[in-house]
């Protein structure tokens, strides 16, 4: 299989995940194409383009949540920190050797999901030092893509409904990849490929076809158990992507 048709598939595989939990694409796609030798910028100029298109998507489809002052001001500073993050990554041509603590505490994130007591401590903890937490999750994503390992957990702990936590790291996401995009654009414009483009409507058809019909039908209890799996198959994955 060539390389286009085996960035195509992966894209179709993940915009279903991504559909399904608002993040996905980058999720797998990031350490699935660096452990084929593809260069952390290269990677995103592949993948964002279809992540931000199956993000807003997902923002006009939750466009009835509701947005708070806090929400705002969260987005505002995970915002700025990215910009500094990827832009220092960027400049220096430095690869953040973090994914091993990223990996394990997702792991431990997945098993603490189903221990009702601990659930209540880490809803205090977020309650107490949110902004510290959003600041500590722009920083990951910024140096190496991967803070949707603190978003997943930041959503579910916040919200209970499906839809509210979908929208939420949709939200996010979508946020996250504009960014990346305009700081590849200013910074590292060599990155951005047509390839990236042409496969966004993948992504999106694969959301039409499959992804949203499955979130549809999953009731709120299988879709807790399914981002609990989520979260814990991002460990791994994470854990293995640091092993090269």
Not at 94 to 105: P, R
Not at 233 to 242: C, H, P, S, W
């Amino acid at each position: 299989m060539d390389a286009i048709s085996l960035h195509v598939l992966l894209i179709a595989l993940l915009a279903v995940v991504q559909s399904l939990f608002g993040m996905g694409i980058l999720v797998f796609g990031t350490p699935t194409l660096l452990l084929l030798g593809v260069d952390f910028t290269a990677v995103l100029g592949l993948l964002l383009p279809s992540s931000v298109l199956i993000s807003s998507i997902q923002v006009v489809a939750g466009r009835q949540q509701p947005w708070s002052g806090r929400d705002l001001r969260n987005m505002a500073l995970c915002a700025a920190i990215i910009l500094v993050a990827l832009s220092v990554l960027i400049r220096l041509n430095w690869k953040a050797q973090i994914d091993v603590w990223i990996g394990l505490t997702m792991l431990a994130a997945a098993a603490l999901r189903y221990w009702r007591p601990l659930q209540r401590r880490l809803r205090q903890v977020l309650g107490r030092w949110q902004a510290g937490y959003v600041a500590l999750m722009g920083t990951l994503h910024g140096l190496t893509n991967m803070g949707g390992a603190l978003l997943a957990l930041y959503a579910s702990n916040l919200h209970q409904d499906k839809l509210a936590i979908r929208t939420t790291i949709a939200r996010y996401y979508l946020l996250f990849g504009l960014i990346q995009l305009a700081t590849l654009a200013l910074l590292r414009p060599a990155a951005l490929s047509w390839q990236g483009l042409a496969v966004a409507p993948v992504a999106a058809l694969a959301y039409v076809l499959a992804g949203n019909l499955l979130f549809k039908r999953a009731s709120t209890s299988v879709y807790e158990r399914g981002i609990t799996v989520f979260i814990a198959i991002y460990g791994v994955a994470v854990l293995l992507k640091a092993q090269f």
